[in-house]
């Protein structure tokens, strides 16, 4: 399904002279919380020939979207533009685009080759510097591929001025949801990280939950119940060949995920109304059981260095989050505030633990130091579930309910600042969304 | 207000979800391993699936967060194991539920919990252990769709779908 695509990256001729900073480096960062977004121009990158004319403008756009969906850059419109790009060769005219406060400008070209092949290049402007920020770089892919082209320019122009990697160029599985609350279909759905793209993974016979990409996004986990009785799957995202893990008889799995390593699973296993949490070793099928409490152990999900598991336990009474070596044993817990806490997920930079929290009849999506300290909630509302980190653990996505008969679910992201709250643009209802890695 | 009018509309959709809800729910709809839904028959006889479910009972209903088993829980079950004990063909799953109040995966794993009390409680009054088995739903399949408590109290329940299938 994964349309295979070969980048090339080439630096473009005319390296850039040194950059003299004459209001400062063209420069976002982000810890410090950014309140007035930076203004950008993304004219419509040039069509080197006719067949490239649609793709050309097409590219631009997504461009401009995965930029402004940030919160962090805010595009200028063409209206306003006193000079046009019409050739990616000639020279930017700085004081045109600082008539119009465009602070970042973003030109490119795009030729349709032979067989379809697409390239596109690009350069990155500080204006207010009269500079170059970075050096110009070209994108081979098939013609098909061409979002995922824009994406990766997106994800350089963000990277390059805010410093961290970008995210654009990744997909979210989640559970797309059909039909009214008593009777809820939902199938096993991917897509692009701006919601384009929508594929289907399952068929809606049976009932699915909780999706999680394995690290290089080849695979996906996720729980089944398709026999009947919920078992811990894993998919190949490209043949979508499935099999399930572990169907011992007499017992559930669910909530599995995938260690960093990519070789073995953790995931809860209930027998006998007792739900404890194991690893699972997926060439050899060995299994493992890391704790054995007589309370609910659920939710597990590793550090990114795989040493630590953080996962839910209602052992002192109610859900709470708890951190243990990955290999079990003690356990110390880290939620102290007031209410319930569960789906902890360990962000990729290893510093930070997004949860649900239940407190007072609403939910929330927050974050906290892994150790439990700073604690920050994200959003409120009356069911808002399941967060998901961006490859970059810059951004959250999750799930909200509305309340009631009539009630529907929807996938949101909100910045890790909690500033930036959108409703991801996808068709029908959707939940339980897990990010990929940024695809290579 | 109009409370009278509110509680006859509660009463009548609680008896539309008791007729449908077998159907939708059962093994023949979710497919169970190797468990069948068996056919119901008639109400009128006792032998029959029917039977136990309207006048026995086929559900529970659990306190939030709880799984232990309320007094009227303990009559409702006493009524299902005396009726398996006699009509030993059948099989049964337990269907463990909860409601809307909690993350997907802590919900599983309380729906599991409820349905084994029902469980471990049938084979304490004889029910042969290997005509029982469990699933949860967790907050999946609820059967009053309101957000509210009323509704909530309904949707928290284990249910011991009668079938035909192997049990263990």
């Known amino acids: ?76 419109p063409n209206s306003a533009y006193i000079s046009g790009i019409t050739s990616f060769a000639s020279p930017v005219q700085y004081a045109d685009w600082k008539a119009i406060n465009a602070q970042a400008l973003i030109t490119g070209a795009v030729s349709v080759g032979p067989g379809g092949r697409i390239t596109v290049k690009f350069r990155l402007f500080d204006v207010f510097s009269n500079a170059p920020l970075g050096e110009g770089l070209q994108f081979t892919g098939t013609t098909d591929s061409w979002r995922r082209m824009a994406h990766k320019v997106a994800d350089q122009v963000y990277a390059r001025i805010t410093g961290e990697s970008g995210y654009f160029d990744s997909r979210v599985v989640f559970v797309s949801e059909s039909g009214p609350k008593n009777n809820r279909q939902k ?54 060949a499935r099999r399930s893990l572990d169907d011992q008889r007499g017992t559930m799995t669910f909530a599995p995920r995938f260690a960093p390593d990519g070789t073995s699973v953790v995931y809860s296993l209930e027998q006998g109304g007792n739900t404890d949490i194991y690893t699972m070793n997926l060439r050899t099928g060995a299994r493992s059981r890391l ?20 996962f839910t336990s209602d052992r002192s009474g109610t859900p ?42 609403r939910f929330h999506i927050g974050v906290m130091r892994t150790d439990g300290s700073e604690e920050r909630l994200l959003t409120a509302s009356f069911l808002d579930e399941g967060p998901t980190w961006s490859p970059n653990g810059r951004v959250i996505m999750f799930g909200r309910e509305t309340s009631g008969a009539g009630g529907q679910s929807a996938l949101y992201s909100v910045d890790v600042s909690g500033r930036n709250l959108r409703r991801m643009p996808i068709q029908g209802a959707g939940s339980d969304p897990a990010w990929s890695p940024l695809l290579p | 207000m109009n409370l009278l009018t509110k509680s006859a509309l509660v009463v009548a959709m609680l008896g539309l979800a008791a007729c449908t809800d077998p159907g939708r729910f059962g093994g023949s709809a979710d497919g169970a391993g190797g468990f069948g839904a068996a056919g119901l028959g008639s109400a009128s006889d006792p032998a029959s699936p029917a039977y136990f479910q309207e006048a026995i009972g086929d559900r529970v209903w659990f306190a939030v967060d709880q799984s232990t088993l309320s007094d009227s829980a303990v009559v409702t079950l006493d009524g299902q194991a005396g009726w398996l004990n006699t009509n030993t063909d059948y099989s049964i799953l337990i269907e463990g539920h909860a409601d809307e109040q909690g993350t997907r995966e802590y919900n599983l794993a309380l729906g599991a919990r409820r349905a084994s009390a029902v469980q471990e409680y049938l084979i304490s009054r004889g029910v042969s252990p290997n005509r029982v088995r469990t699933v949860s739903y967790g907050k999946e399949r609820p059967i009053e769709i309101c957000s509210e408590e009323s509704c909530y109290a309904q949707n928290r329940r284990a249910v011991t779908v009668v079938g035909t299938g192997a049990g263990s």
């Open chain 1, 187 to 240: 199938r096993l759905a991917i897509m692009d990280s701006d919601g384009a793209g929508l594929q289907y993974l399952t068929q809606g016979g049976a009932l699915v939950l909780a999706p999680r990409f394995s690290p290089n996004g080849d695979r996906v986990l996720y729980t089944s119940f398709e026999s009947g009785f919920p078992r811990i799957t894993v998919m190949d995202v490209n043949s979508l």
């Open chain 1, 320 to 361: 709470q989050l708890y951190v243990m070596s990955a290999g079990g044993g003690e356990a110390r817990r880290v939620s102290f505030g007031q209410g319930r806490y569960s789906t902890p997920v360990w962000s990729p930079r290893g510093d930070m633990i997004a949860f649900t929290k239940q407190s007072q009849g």
């Open chain 1, 1 to 76: 399904m994964l349309r295979v695509m070969i980048l090339f990256l080439a630096l473009l001729g005319l390296a850039a002279p040194p950059a003299l900073a004459q209001n400062g480096p063209l420069r976002i960062v982000i810890d410090q919380g950014v309140i007035e977004p930076m203004p950008f121009a993304v004219p419509d990158f040039v069509a080197e020939n006719r067949e490239a004319t649609q793709l050309a403008r097409d590219i631009s756009r997504v461009i401009s979207s995965d930029l402004t969906s940030t919160g962090l850059f805010r595009e200028i």
């Open chain 1, 291 to 310: 704790t054995s409490a007589p309370s609910i152990e659920t939710g597990p999900s590793y550090s990114p260095d795989g040493k630590s598991i953080v």
